[in-house]
Each structure stands twice: as C-alpha cells, then as structure tokens.
C-alpha cells in the first residue's frame, strides 16, 4: 500500500487507504469502461508518469480491486481489469462524478473532459434558465452513464 495508513478501524478510511491517492479514482473511471493495456491506461491519463501508473496499479491488485487479464488470440495481449470488488465502487464513483461535474464546469473552458465516453474540448454554449452549460459529448456521456443528466 502507499501513504501512509489511516490506523483507524474505520470503512472510508480504508477506502481512502486503497482508493484515495492521486490518480487512483481516475485509473479505476477508466476500468470501468473495460479493460485496458498499460498504454492504454497511459494515454487516456496524460500526465501520469510509467512508474506512477505502475505504482498505482500495484496497489490496486494487492488490495483485490484490479486483476491482470491475458486477451484469447489473436490479441495476446495483458490487460487490467476491474476484479469484482473494483466494480463495487462504480455507485460511488458515479455520486463523486455528479458533485464534482457542477464544479469542474466552471473550470472546463478549452479543457479535456473525460466522463463515460471519452475526452471532449469544450465550446461555448447558450444554457437555459441560468444553468452551466456542458458541451455536447460530455453531455451525452453523463446521459449514458447515468441514464440522464441529473442536477
């Protein structure tokens, strides 16, 4: 495990021991989608370092969150993939994915976005009735993430 332990018998705080460095949420969005190879990983996370990544993915088999995964022929292939623990997390992902879209919104101009369906570069659009416009494929990945875009 890296960081340094909570020490205290407590649900979130061994959450936050496993789930909660830098990264780790953002490696585990990307599981969800399906399995990737560690390039994969790497470019869809852009300024992760290879022993960071590595790290992080470590961690993450040793806490029984993520599996390595050969591919059958003719891919032949390693892959990580969430195990079923890892795919527990994706409620509360979700949740953190809904608080945290009001607030990255403000901050999104010329920015990439990844939610559901991949990276998007925002535009300006007019909202209705003062609300934070979203750009088009972000908006259509929350929709299909989440069955419908909630406020």
Known sequence: ?????YNQFCALARAAEIIGERWTLLII???LLSPKRFGDLRARLDDVSPALLTDRLNVLME???VQRAALPAPFNAQVYELTE?????QPAIRELIRWGGP???SRAEG???RAGLGAARTRSHSAPHG???MPDRFAYSARKWFGGVHN
């Open 111 to 113: 920015r990439n976005l």
């Open 103 to 105: 607030l990255s919104l």
């Open 63 to 65: 806490a029984g969150v």
């Open 1 to 5: 495990m890296s960081g340094t332990p």
């Open 85 to 89: 623990t890892g795919r527990a997390v």
């Open 29 to 31: 969005r990307e599981l």
């Open 131 to 133: 609300r934070a416009a």
